[in-house]
């Protein structure tokens, strides 16, 4: 009887490494794949079907040079805050830097951008605008940096007016 225990111990033993190891590979090699599709297509619908369109996927967008972040994104916009409701601040369109032909963007001049982006905690809130880069169609926020005055620090220190031209050359 000890020795039909120990067999059945051992069957088991041997039944859950089997488990685990598939439930490894599963959760290793191909659970990821189909997360990631899931997270980099976007439904699109077309008469009445719908399909999966790839979403422009750039890996460390705040790491690009000003150029690269200019000519990968699809539309650029200026936004500046504003007072808004309950001590906060709102971000309200204030300029379309770029936006390429056939791409939809959601906002219009003079449109909030955001509602509540920051809470106001004295009268010292240093930045009054951002840049906001936007990628794929429609256009999706990828990075944005806020500033004050005409240097806009997080790129390096570029003046708004040169961000403009380099807008506006491609």
């Known amino acids: 009887m000890l020795k039909k225990f120990l067999s059945g111990i051992v069957f088991g033993a041997g039944f859950s490494i089997a488990a685990l190891g598939i439930y490894t590979a599963w959760m290793l090699y191909v659970f990821p794949p189909l997360v990631y599709k899931s997270f980099t297509s976007e439904p ?14 750039t890996p460390n967008f705040h790491e690009l040079s000003v150029d690269e972040k200019i000519d990968l994104a699809t539309a650029i916009i200026v936004v500046k805050f504003e007072d808004g409701d309950n001590d906060h601040y709102k971000s309200v369109v204030e300029d379309i830097l770029k936006k390429e032909e056939g791409v939809e963007l959601y906002y219009n001049l003079g449109e909030v951008y955001e509602e509540n982006t920051h809470y106001k905690m004295s009268d010292e809130f240093v930045p009054t605008r951002a840049i906001v880069f936007l990628q794929g169609n429609p256009a999706t926020m990828r990075f944005s940096t806020t500033f004050n005055g005409d240097r806009i620090r997080g790129l390096g220190g570029i003046s708004l007016a040169l961000l403009k031209e380099k807008c506006n050359n491609n």
Do not use: M
């Open 44 to 57: 699109v619908v077309t008469e009445g079907s719908a399909q999966f369109q790839p979403i422009i996927d």
